[in-house]
Nanobody, 124 residues
Framework: QVQLVESGGGLVQAGGSLRLSCAAS????????MGWFRQAPGKEREFVAS????????GYVDSVKGRFTISRDNAKNTVYLQMNSLKPEDTAVYYC?????????????????WGQGTQVTVSS
């Protein structure tokens, strides 16, 4: 079993920044892709960003490109999401996700493990 624990969420004003962290523990495979999804009230969960094991491949939803940066530290089994220039529409519960293998992409259907989620609220 794999556990994913997120941290770093909170309340921030529009234009501000937050950094989310997600630490993986348990029976992780030797290589795995990690990512972030989010779900706003009344909306479906959507992909935000992903990063391959090697870090060679990253992907972002169009609405966060240029504002969010995903990174990882494999020595710490941790993935980060640096969120800058936050907007009220970024308000959501953010979920960390893990996909087994060194994959270039990630989608809801390919996630093997989910974190419990962390709330991000951006006030206008």
């Amino acid at each position: 079993q794999v556990q994913l624990v997120e941290s770093g969420g909170g309340l921030v004003q529009a234009g501000g920044s937050l950094r989310l962290s997600c630490a993986a523990s348990g029976r992780t495979s030797s290589r795995y892709t990690m990512g972030w999804f989010r779900q706003a009230p009344g909306k479906e969960r959507e992909f935000v960003a992903s990063i391959s094991w090697s870090g060679s491949y990253t992907g972002y939803v169009d609405s966060v490109k240029g504002r969010f940066t995903i990174s990882r530290d494999n020595a710490k089994n941790t993935v980060y999401l640096q969120m800058n220039s936050l907007k009220p529409e970024d308000t959501a519960v953010y979920y960390c996700a893990l996909r087994t293998g060194n994959m270039a992409t990630m989608s809801i259907g390919t996630v093997d493990y989910w974190g419990q989620g962390t709330q991000v609220t951006v006030s206008s």
